[in-house]
C-alpha cells in the first residue's frame, strides 16, 4: 500500500517498535513458563498470594507458555503487516517493494 512518507515512516518506526516489544516480552513469558524461579512467576505467584489464591503450578505453566506464544505471534503479525507499508516512489529498482512486477 503506498502512502505518504511521513505516514510511512511513523508506520514503520512505531510497527516495528511495538513487534520488538512484543516477542521480547513474550521470550519474557516463556522463561517464566520453564522457570520456576523467575522474576515474572514470582510477582504472578505474590500477587496471586496476596488476594488469597494459589494457582497451581501446571496452570501458571500452561498460562505463560499461551501468553508468551501468543506475544511472540501478535509481534510477528505486528511487523509482517508494517512492512507492507511503501511511500511514494518506492519501486523495485529503489526499494524493497514486494507487489511489483518489474522482474522481466
Given at each position: ?94 526499494g524493497n517493494s ?7
Amino acid at each position: 500500500m503506498v502512502v505518504p512518507i511521513a505516514l510511512y515512516k511513523r508506520i514503520t518506526a512505531y510497527s516495528t517498535l511495538t513487534a520488538v516489544v512484543a516477542v521480547v516480552l513474550g521470550f519474557v513469558m516463556l522463561d517464566a513458563a520453564t522457570l520456576q524461579v523467575s522474576l515474572t512467576r514470582r510477582f504472578v505467584v505474590g500477587a496471586f498470594g496476596a488476594v488469597g489464591v494459589v494457582p497451581p503450578e501446571t496452570f501458571l505453566t500452561a498460562l505463560f507458555s499461551v501468553v508468551g506464544l501468543g506475544l511472540i505471534a501478535f509481534g510477528a503479525g505486528v511487523y509482517v503487516l508494517g512492512s507492507r507499508f511503501r511511500a511514494a516512489g518506492m519501486t523495485a529498482e529503489n526499494g524493497n517493494s514486494q507487489d511489483d512486477d518489474a522482474e522481466v
